[in-house]
């Protein structure tokens, strides 16, 4: 079920519902979340040929709402409203980003310490102005958390989730037909295996393998900090005169002529520490590990099992490892 909203007043207007034994208002719907940096994303495409008394309110930042698998709901803002008539149907193709992609513009954040923050202090001072508040928190203990730049909400809250090690759901409550809260929860993330195995035959309909060697480098040039008089601190002095960390067997893996493939290696310290040509040199060597060898990615398809009473163990979600 997905239900539109209209974005002044933020009212149900509509509701798209595929029932049985009915032809289906809409399809090819899939949501997306990226918990690197949380941002999520919804679409999918409906009939638009008079019929569907919904579509005309399908339109550009109008409000979608849909129910995930644990029951919260979650708002999308529409972004792209695609017509299209090929094939003699007429239908349109939504696309809808998290609608809490607006703290990117709805609070800029100064340079600031947060000094013995809690997850719940440090969403309070992020959040407050805006129109989200804290929700649903799961976790104990404090953190100092330096922001040196001048930042967006959104991002400050990536910084908090990373801090605390902790998931974020951006959610709204409804009452009635209409959105009466925004909530921001944050969730501690746990690698679970608790036996759920995606197989063939059972809930897997298909798997692809991808291998990317985009961001390969076999020298990374390490530059650390600057000085009151603008000299970044380099290697060279502990490193045979040389201002890069290579990796030799990578360059003969990966160089189709023998030159290194560069890549900038620029480290801040920490607080108050000293970043010395040694400690440099050790950052960059550790950085290198991670740009030597290709990335692969696996995605597999699985049939939502749990939605199939008895199976609701076969549940997945982000964090799981399967």
């Not at 849909?66 to 094939?87: C, N």
């Not at 608790?194 to 530059?223: H, M, V």
């Not at 520490?273 to 696996?298: C, F, G, M, W």
Request: hydrophobic share 35%; charged share 30%; net charge negative.
């Amino acid at each position: 079920m997905i239900h539109v909203l209209d974005r002044k007043t933020e009212k149900i207007v509509a509701t798209l519902e595929n029932k049985v034994g009915y032809p289906a208002l809409f399809w090819d719907d899939r949501h997306s979340e990226k918990e690197e940096n949380n941002y999520n994303t919804y679409e999918f495409t409906t009939v638009d040929d008079g019929t569907n008394l919904a579509a005309e309110y399908l339109v550009n930042k109008n409000k979608i709402i849909i129910q995930d698998l644990d029951g919260y709901f979650i708002p999308f803002t529409i972004e792209e409203a695609e017509q299209d008539s090929t094939g003699g149907q007429r239908v349109k193709r939504i696309y809808a980003e998290g609608e809490h992609m607006e703290l990117r513009t709805a609070k800029i954040i100064e340079p600031t310490t947060l000094t013995g923050a809690t997850i719940n202090t440090a969403l309070d001072f992020v959040l407050e102005g805006t129109r989200w508040q804290r929700g649903i928190t799961e976790f104990a203990g404090s953190r100092t958390i330096k922001i040196t730049e001048y930042t967006t909400a959104l991002a400050f809250l990536n910084a908090i989730a990373s801090e605390f090690d902790v998931q974020l759901r951006f959610r709204v409550e409804i009452d009635g037909n209409q959105i009466v809260g925004r909530y921001v929860d944050a969730l501690v993330t746990e690698d679970i295996f608790d036996g759920k195995e995606i197989t063939f035959g059972k809930d897997a309909i298909g798997i692809r393998r991808t291998e990317n060697s985009s961001d390969i480098y076999t020298a990374l040039y390490a530059i650390g900090p600057a000085d009151e008089n603008g000299k970044y601190v380099t290697i060279e002095s502990v490193n045979a005169g040389l201002k890069y960390v290579e990796d030799r067997e990578a360059l003969e893996r990966w160089s189709p002529d023998g030159r290194h493939l560069y890549g900038i290696f620029q480290y801040q310290s920490e607080g108050d520490e000293r970043v010395t040509p040694e400690l440099l040199k050790q950052k960059a060597q550790e950085a290198l590990k991670n740009y030597i060898d290709s990335v692969v990615k696996y995605e597999v398809d699985a049939v939502a099992l749990e939605r199939i009473t008895g199976l609701e163990h076969e549940k997945i979600r982000k964090g799981m490892t399967v």
